[in-house]
């Protein structure tokens, strides 16, 4: 069975690779689909985020990389793919997903949308809290793979060390 793990991924958290690293357990091919949101301002490009992605999941043989832009349901459609997964942090999240899923379902009738609900340890994390932390000088090594941690620094200090 392959599955589509979506996300903007800016930039991508221990807490998403707790779900890809679940996944790729469960299933036979993960797809982490990066979106390419013109209208969301992002701190790392689409190809950032790519890279960032492959090589923190180099070693797993069933995820693949890839971007997309316009409506998931066409994505899926294009890839084959007929289940997508969502990370549920918390029950404030259930609301939005669900909507989502709902959407989603009335484009694509054989969409299905599986939740995933995060560990307790990760309940809490979000790539907006580490840049928020990251930008005010905080330590993130606990949130994020150290390529990340070394990327946002660069981020911050403007490309400078």
């Not at 469960?26 to 985020?49: G, P, Q, T």
């Not at 790519?50 to 797993?60: A, C, F, I, S, V």
């Not at 959407?103 to 599986?114: A, H, I, P, Q, R």
């Amino acid at each position: 069975m392959k599955v589509i793990y979506p996300g903007s991924f800016d930039p991508v958290t221990y807490g998403h690779l707790d779900i890809i690293d679940r996944c790729s357990k469960s299933f036979d091919k993960v797809i982490v689909a990066v979106l390419n949101n013109n209208y969301k301002k992002n701190m790392f490009s689409v190809e950032e985020r790519l890279n960032l992605l492959r090589e923190t999941l180099k070693e797993y043989d069933n995820v693949e990389v890839d971007a997309f832009s316009g409506l998931l349901v066409d994505y899926a459609n294009k890839r084959n793919c007929s289940t997508i997964i969502r990370g549920l942090r918390a029950i404030s999240d259930l609301e939005y997903e669900m909507q989502m899923s709902l959407v989603n379902k009335k484009l694509e009738e054989d969409l299905e949308t599986l939740f995933m609900v995060s560990r307790g340890k990760y309940s809490y994390l979000s790539s907006s809290i580490v840049k928020e932390v990251a930008m005010f000088g905080g330590k993130i090594s606990c949130f994020v793979p150290k390529v990340v941690e070394r990327a946002l620094k660069e981020k911050m200090n403007g490309g400078q060390d």
